[in-house]
């Protein structure tokens, strides 16, 4: 894979403010935990190599267990995320595959069981933020792996 173009060298403007909102929502107070979830499995969805690369390694970095990472893809099945978890997995997925009709008064009601007014936002934020990842590095095809020096992530050991 050949990156297209460098989306962070055509628009440093508009790059620095995405960074900016990536690092407000890493700070918003919801869990790591959760925050690593939501961006590996939208990353999942979206096909993203680069994001679902990085993610991956900063789980691993930040001490997420290596059989949860593998069981992201097959949440709904597997034992090992908690009730608040799963609520965030399944936001995400609405939010990154948004229904024709928008999103349901259930998913919103199973959302809202889990977290406050503030978190439901933050969360809503997070998703967000890492669709926008997604749909740059999909775009112009960042290769997987191509920041690891800049981000510090050949830590991860998973190089």
Request: hydrophobic share 45%; charged share 25%.
């Amino acid at each position: 894979m050949t990156a297209r173009l460098s989306y962070m060298q055509q628009s440093p403007d508009l790059f620095r403010k995405v960074v900016a909102l990536s690092t407000a929502s890493k700070a918003s107070g919801l869990a790591p935990a959760i925050l690593n979830l939501v961006d590996i499995r939208a990353s999942q969805l979206n096909g993203c190599g680069f994001c679902l690369d990085m993610h991956v390694k900063e789980a691993k970095i930040r001490g997420e267990r290596e059989l949860r990472v593998h069981h992201v893809a097959i949440w709904r099945e597997s034992p090992l995320f908690d009730a608040r978890e799963r609520a965030a997995l399944a936001w995400s997925e609405v939010l990154t595959r948004l229904p024709e009709h928008g999103v349901s008064d259930a998913d919103f009601a199973a959302a809202r069981a889990q977290f406050s007014e503030k978190e439901l936002s933050d969360l809503t934020f997070a998703v967000a933020t890492i669709n926008t990842w997604n749909r740059l590095n999909v775009a112009f095809r960042n290769p997987p792996g191509s920041a690891d020096e800049a981000f510090g992530l050949q830590r991860a050991g998973l190089s």
